[in-house]
């Protein structure tokens, strides 16, 4: 197994020379990153960058025609989905779909049942995880009559019920109103600083709600056209007009310095 | 829990039906809805929980059947033997069926076509080899004796298809409040997000068409143990896979009591239908079309969906005093 030579905080995500293409398009070209352990990072990049292309290979859901994935240390290339999630990755999706017949508490339960075998514990586990997200109050409702902030939440919830090392969030925010992205901001955050002693969570995500970027994550990277552009401390590259106006499009520059004020 | 006491009452009430009821006219009526409603739950295990649609049930069926049928003429074993035997062998037929079209990812219409044309190449070569009795079929010798599983009242057979129609009812009770029951479950409603946390979508699937072509196995023996006489058509013709999927689609898919209701309301209708039109051949198939059309159209959640509309409403108006 491919080690990382550490310098200091260990290394939960180490993704390298990435590339992939569809039918002659080369969606994600020779990417690499590598996520510290305990951070919250940020993916962002136009639409159609490749974002949710690479959460897809890091996650098992495709298989890169070149480049590694190593997590924790462990070449996770190839695996499918199911057991990298076993190894402690997991990923939520940008199009939200509950087990619709089923109430929260057996959806979140569902993500836990990876853990814990007894449907007692797991049903318990979901509670405390629905708790940490703020759906404890609806824990019996059908999941397809919660609103679409709901089933944001239940997304997350269900990730995280799987007690995951590294959580991958792709647009949890996207179509939450401002108040429901601010109520939703200190739950993210909450997850990286764990609870009750248990140990945080890393957390990678793609968001378009550069609020959330700038609040939330530590570090950045700019994704365009299959390739990462930049990197960085969000506030830097959100200081470089360039970048802005060239990979997050015209006027970006002035919201976004509305945005820190 | 008051599920499992509703199974137990009921079981209890229909084990007890032959002190109170000597006609064997209903007797046989009782023992063919359980009948349906074991193939129903079967079908229900793999389609209503695992939403893997099958249009070719009798797979399972006519190799539960044959393998009654040929352990006792061809080797000599007793049916009792032999139904272990048969039930395990629905199970590795299903196994190999799940492997070819799971492994691949067949999913929905491709699925249910599969299964179709399995049953109807099990159809052709069960018609072709002289082992299987080829197109005259084989008919297992009389013995009337509980000891050879051919009962010589009626009530013997009604407590075996009570028993493994109990069974199959605890085996969706199961799936109900179990991990498996919730990954298969989660598996239906979302293959992408079951994968995404942590279940072997392959796998899971895997189990649900084993388990379902177990049961479905069983009904095939009982079948042969009940009507002596087993033929390709009967075995693996269209008739029988229609039974299992039509079964828990009137009840209600993917519950526990939807393949009971769902047999008590079609053995109720074919009645009906014959009193009221005679016996003109090919009508019941007729009226089976038109309320699966029905059902389909305006209670895609069977009568369970229609029991369960009636309790909410209730409940909200309840709510509502509140």
Known sequence: MPRHEGDGGAIVLDVRDLSIGFGGVKALDGVSLRLDEGVIASLIGPNGAGKSTLFALISGFLVPERGRVIFCGEDITGLPPHVICRRGMVRTFQIVQPFAAQTVRENIAVGAYLRHRSPREALARAEAVARRVGLAGQLDKLASSLTIAGRKRLELARALATEPKLLLLDEVLAGLNPQEIAEMLPVIRALRDGEGGRGGVTVLMIEHVMQAVMDLSEHTWVLNQGRLIAEGAPAAIGNDPQVIEAYLGRGTAERLRRVRT | ?322
């Not at chain 2, 007890?16 to 064997?24: D, I, M, W, Y």
Request: with cysteine; hydrophobic share 60%; proline share 3%.
């Open chain 2, 1 to 322: 829990m008051r599920e499992l006491a509703l199974i137990a009452a009921f079981g209890a009430a229909v084990a007890a039906l032959p002190l109170f009821v000597s006609s064997g006219f209903a007797l046989n009526a009782v023992i063919m809805t359980l009948y349906a409603a074991l193939l129903g739950q079967a079908w229900n295990i793999l389609g209503g929980f695992g939403g893997q649609f099958s249009f070719g049930h009798a797979v399972f069926f006519g190799t539960g059947a044959y393998a009654a049928a040929v352990l006792q003429v061809r080797f000599g074993w007793n049916a009792w033997l032999a139904l272990p035997a048969a039930i395990a062998l629905g199970a590795v037929v299903g196994a190999f069926i799940g492997v070819l079209s799971f492994r691949y990812g067949l999913r929905g219409s491709y699925f249910a076509l599969v299964t179709l044309a399995f049953a109807e190449v099990f159809r052709i070569l069960s018609n072709t080899f002289q082992f299987t009795g080829a197109g005259v079929g084989l008919m297992i010798p009389l013995a009337e004796s509980a000891a050879r599983f051919q009962f010589a009242s009626r009530a013997g057979f009604l407590h075996v298809i009570l028993g493994l129609t109990l069974a199959a009812c605890l085996v969706a009770w199961w799936l109900q409040r179990s991990r498996y029951g919730a990954w298969l479950q989660a598996v239906r409603d979302n293959e992408a997000s079951a994968a995404a946390l942590g279940i072997d979508v392959f796998r899971v699937k895997l189990g649900a068409i084993m388990i379902s072509g177990a049961l479905m196995a069983a009904g095939g023996v009982f079948y042969v143990q009940y009507f002596h006489y087993i033929d390709p058509h009967l075995a693996y013709g269209p008739g029988v896979s229609v039974e299992a999927l039509l079964v828990p689609i009137v009840g209600g898919i993917g519950t526990l009591f939807g393949p009971l209701l769902g047999a008590a309301a079609l053995h109720l209708l074919a009645e009906l239908t014959r009193t009221f039109m005679g016996d003109v051949p090919g009508i019941s198939l007729l009226v089976y079309g038109l309320v699966l059309v029905l059902m389909v159209t305006f209670l895609p959640r069977g009568i369970m969906g229609l029991l369960a509309g009636v309790a909410e409403a209730r409940g909200r108006r309840r709510g509502d005093r509140a």
